[in-house]
């Protein structure tokens, strides 16, 4: 992050403006409507200028800029044509410690102006950080199509309300949730279709009906993908940004945890091999505790939470304590993996079913129906596979697979550190011994893994692969 956003209440402090053409003026506007008194240095004032003058009481001085002329000014906005000015203005403010603006010039820059959505008291701000204003402003006109002027009297009614609320509702995570309630909910429908006198009714009995209910908490099982961020689905990211707690485990991708709620309590569960964070007992319970205590909960799985994931058994446990909760589906990692990888998982000419397996080891045996496993014409799936991948190999060589049946590993599929070794079962140990490989992986066994040099499509910035 290069620039640290923020909201400045300008009302009331003086702030000085070197320069007085069209690209002053919407400076000059924009401090005046924050409410600050404008001092202008120029030597000439263009018309747009002139006419702000007696608008917003404008403090107009006729001469060159001078360096001591940034004293006593809480900011400053350097918008002249002359390199060296704008150049003497960001010295000068810089030797006096006053944040500074230099149109056009970021290097020379304290800080920067946003491309902004106005909903006073609601207020948006999108910036490149000088980078690409052009397309900070696109987005502005994008973002100012979904934020309705309506948003604008519902911060407002929100203000009216906001210290009765704070009184009545003690708990800030019940408040939050008061808010959210109202906000996604009928108090707001009302405003935007002009009923604000019945809205403030609904926000009365809204506040009424919490005050005299007990808190009730939910868990949002949800499936977080095979990795990369946009492979969520929306309701997936809805709830994760409602949710008070993330409960996260190690396959879950730290870019994916990033688009939670900022202030939301963060709880790793993760599991590694011989290295439980929480036992899933001990899990099952956080969360039907975490619930019970009115707290709305976002268990997060890589993957599909119904796919290798245990999510029947936390659900079991939430069902058995009367816990609400919900179960959102995701992109599971076979399904995921298997398209960055370009293996289709079913291949009219390959394979005609699809099995999926996991190969966690346990005692040091993998215990699978080999048989039917080593049978033709399908393709299987191993999750968990990559520490027992030479027994799988040998396995199902032993029980009636050629040794020259095509395997593929994935590693970290979908994201840029994807990584894909190639070979077939007699030669993929080998290779993969050499590979640094660390986990999620993911293992793809059949003819279908043939296909992979001819539908490779996806190339992260770290991709690599092994044939």
């Known amino acids: 992050m290069d620039y640290l956003p923020v909201f400045l209440n300008l009302k009331g402090r003086m702030c000085l403006v070197v320069g007085a053409g069209e690209i002053a003026a919407r400076k000059i506007e924009l401090l005046a409507r924050a409410g600050a008194d404008v001092t202008v240095v120029a030597k000439e004032m263009g018309a747009q200028v002139s006419a702000f003058q007696a608008l917003y009481r404008l403090e107009i001085l006729l001469k060159s800029f001078e360096p001591l002329d940034v004293i006593g000014f809480t900011l400053v906005v350097a918008a002249t044509n002359d390199i060296t000015t ?7 403010a810089d030797e006096h410690q006053i944040p500074v603006n230099v149109v056009d010039s970021p290097e020379l820059c304290g800080f920067i102006f946003p491309a902004i959505i106005d909903r006073s008291p609601l207020i948006a701000a999108v910036s490149s950080g000088g980078a690409a204003p052009v397309l900070a402003r696109l987005l502005r006109a994008k973002i100012e199509t ?3 002027p309506g948003y604008g009297k519902l911060a407002q009614l929100a203000d009216k309300f906001r210290s009765t609320v704070k009184q009545q509702i003690k708990e800030p995570v019940q408040r939050r949730i008061f808010w959210e309630n109202c906000f996604q909910g009928l108090v707001a429908e009302l405003v935007f279709s002009g009923q604000e006198l019945e809205a403030e009714n609904q926000l009365q009995k809204n506040l009424v009906d919490h005050v005299a209910s007990s808190p009730v908490g939910e868990v949002y099982l949800i499936g977080a993908g095979p990795g990369a961020p946009d492979l969520l689905t929306f309701r997936a990211l809805r709830l994760m940004q409602q949710a008070d707690v993330i409960v996260y485990d190690r396959l879950v991708a730290p870019e994916i945890i990033e688009l939670a709620r900022r202030d939301s309590e963060k709880i790793y569960v993760g599991k590694q091999r011989q290295n439980h964070a929480l036992p899933q007992e001990s899990i099952n319970q956080l969360l039907a505790n975490m619930a019970k205590a009115g707290k709305r909960v976002a268990r997060l799985k890589g993957g599909d939470p119904f796919i290798f994931g245990r999510g029947g058994e936390e659900i079991e446990t939430l069902m058995q304590q009367g816990i609400h909760f919900q179960v959102v589906p995701g992109i599971t990692a076979a399904s995921g993996c298997a398209t960055y990888a370009g293996i289709p998982l079913t291949h009219r000419d390959y394979a005609q079913s699809c099995t999926f397996v996991t190969g966690h080891l346990k005692d040091g045996s993998i215990n699978l129906n080999w048989t039917q496993l080593a049978a033709p014409n399908q393709t299987i799936v191993i999750y968990m596979g990559l520490i027992g991948l030479s027994t799988i190999c040998q396995s199902l060589i032993e029980h009636g697979s050629s040794e020259d049946l095509p395997i593929a590993l994935v590693q970290q599929g979908t994201t840029t550190h994807q990584k894909i070794v190639t070979g077939t079962l007699k030669t993929l140990p080998a ?12 293992i ?5 893994v043939t296909l992979h040099d001819q539908l490779n499509w996806f190339q992260g910035t770290d991709s690599n692969n092994i044939s």
Do not use: E, H, S, Y
């Open 146 to 148: 979904v934020i309705a």
């Open 86 to 92: 704008n150049q003497m203005v960001a010295k000068a």
């Open 431 to 442: 290779k993969v011994v050499d590979q640094n490989i660390k986990a999620p992986t993911l």
């Open 444 to 448: 793809i066994v059949g003819m279908v």
